[in-house]
């Protein structure tokens, strides 16, 4: 058995799936629509009869969340101040070789820019459930985005 799901809060995935951030229960949540899914693609037709006859297209039950007070800890106790690193990477003889282009120092996360990056579809979660061999769930920004995650943002170098 596998899940595995890039979901955003902007569209729903092929099959059904989408997070959305409910500000008024604290919880982000993920949903799945199978009246969202695309009935066009064979093997997205085909999960989805396997799911009618398992469990319906009900809502999932219990559905999954993650509410915001867990959250902003779990998030904001790693990434409150970090540093972020640009460079160019290349191969010679075998060898991996970096040079740093450009370094930033962010410092300053803001959990109310890390749900609003998630509304505008910015921080995506990321599924990767396999029967004995499970990756879990993360939380994956899109390039480029990490300076709207913090109050303060310094280049360095």
């Not at 867990?70 to 040079?99: M, P």
């Not at 910015?122 to 994956?140: E, M, Q, S, Y």
């Amino acid at each position: 058995m596998s899940f595995r799901s890039t979901t955003s809060a902007t569209t729903f995935t092929n099959r059904g799936f989408k997070i959305i951030v409910d500000r008024s229960t604290k919880k982000i949540r993920f949903v799945f629509d199978s009246l969202m899914a695309d009935r066009t693609d064979p093997v997205v037709s085909g999960w989805l009869s396997f799911v009618k006859k398992k469990i319906g297209f009900g809502s999932i039950i219990p559905e999954p969340y993650w509410g915001f007070d867990d959250l902003q800890y779990a998030v904001g106790s790693k990434i409150t101040n970090c540093f972020y690193v640009i460079a160019d990477r290349k191969i010679e003889n075998h060898h991996e070789f970096f040079k740093y282009e450009s370094l930033f120092i962010l410092s300053g996360f803001s959990f109310e820019k890390f749900l609003q990056s998630i509304e505008d579809g910015n921080v995506l979660i990321d599924f990767d459930a396999r029967t004995g061999h499970n990756h879990g769930t993360k939380f994956r920004l899109r390039q480029g985005h990490w300076p709207n995650l913090y109050d303060f943002v310094e280049k360095a170098i």
